[in-house]
DNA sequence: TAGATTGTTAATCGATTAACAATC
DNA sequence: TAGATTGTTAATCGATTAACAATC
């Protein structure tokens, strides 16, 4: 059977997942999702999910969620539900990221201290192996293992280490600077705490965090 | 002109963009991305932007921009794009969020001194006006110009003060037993800044705030 | 077996995109 | 005017949903 491209496909075809091998991106968005909540209930000892319950924890349909596995396949037992664990390695195994990732923390502050005391990060197989902060006197001190470095450290950091990600948890004004600071390293995909917009190269990718964008939208939803 | 539903609609109706006088959620969503782009800009002392510069910041399409906008009224101006703030003041009456809207804030560790010291909520309206923590030791003492208070003097606040929604700052393991106060004493929206996943009453939305999810996926597509 | 849940189909709806006339 | 950008159309693609046979 052929997709909507025309080509054969190297995996089987599905409702257009698929763009020439490569997972189409609302795909990818909802396999992560899917992972977050199963690496949560594994932590809490469960053994199985359903897609209902899946559903619930994502607000992703069941169907889709269905439709999205069974696009890999066929992971889940009918009647049942799907292994946790297995399916765990399955979805890294499509989203290719079964392995560690190191990544540069921009700011020792409160919020710097409490990403790097925090499991958000580690539950995924994210590492940060350096941090970094222009405030002299924290320069030296310590958080946990880690020793604060200044910014300019971080090129050398990465003759050592493999850094893809950048996370800021810089105040908003002094964000841009930070992030000159790390695309100029060759960092390719920056996290953004900061309010501030951040101009980047085209090649780079900047999330941002917009906790006040999602409240938003749900009091409107609230409201009406 | 009717939409999809045969219904005449109150507003132009676009494409489905309304449903019955409601905003379709990922219309919603764009809307208050938008905004806060807009007020970031506007912060800077912009006056005007196009849709392709709202564009680049917000990652939604340019036309998508456009329609979204042009299907509340003609906001731009050709050859010149949108004055800023008369479209803050529109999205925000399109959203229903042109007020404040107190919150209550649970954890004043690392992560909640960072809230409360940040302007990510007071940018879009949003203020600390409880903040809670189940440590006998914090009780009592100011962050700010807050006092902490105990988990169970929410009630006491919610008397003086409409609140509508919770933002959880707590450790995973606190997270279920901090929404559980939150729920009893009647907030519908939570904020979850822990990776745990919560057990709510139906009529409850749950936000988590997933940094980990969004790096798994943009990782996925710098390998690919 | 009986109950539950998957895997899959088909139909509908919303999002995305290119293109371009209108107009500032 | 010339250049730029909106407002809008039309065509395509992906997401959503209900439904249900297959099967654990």
């Known amino acids: 059977m052929n997709d909507a491209t025309g080509r054969d496909q190297p995996f089987p075809a599905q409702g257009g997942a698929l763009l020439g091998g490569k997972l189409a991106f609302g795909v990818a968005a909802r396999l992560s999702r899917y992972l977050q909540v199963l690496a949560q209930a594994h932590k809490t000892g469960t053994e199985t999910i359903s897609s209902q319950e899946l559903a619930e924890y994502t607000n992703v349909n069941a169907t889709q969620i269905r439709r999205d596995l069974s696009a890999f ?38 919020l710097g201290t409490a990403i790097v005391t925090s499991d958000v990060f580690a539950d995924h197989g994210f590492k940060v192996v350096g941090l970094f902060d222009i405030d002299q006197q924290k320069v030296g001190t310590g958080i946990g293992s880690l020793r604060v470095r200044q910014n300019s450290e971080l090129p050398a950091v990465m003759e050592d280490e493999e850094i893809v990600i950048a996370v800021l948890a810089v105040p908003p004004e002094e964000a841009q600077a930070a992030a000159d600071d790390v695309v100029r390293a060759g960092v390719k995909i920056i996290f953004n705490y900061s309010e501030a917009l951040l101009e980047v190269p085209r090649e780079v990718t900047v999330h941002t965090s917009n906790p006040a964008v999602e409240l938003l939208y749900a009091l409107y939803f609230y409201f009406t």
């Open 73 to 110: 396949g066929k992971f889940g037992k009918r009647g049942v539900g799907y292994e946790i664990e297995p399916l765990m390695t399955e979805i890294r195994n499509i989203l290719c990221s079964s392995g560690q990732h190191s990544i540069a923390l921009f700011g020792a502050g409160n």
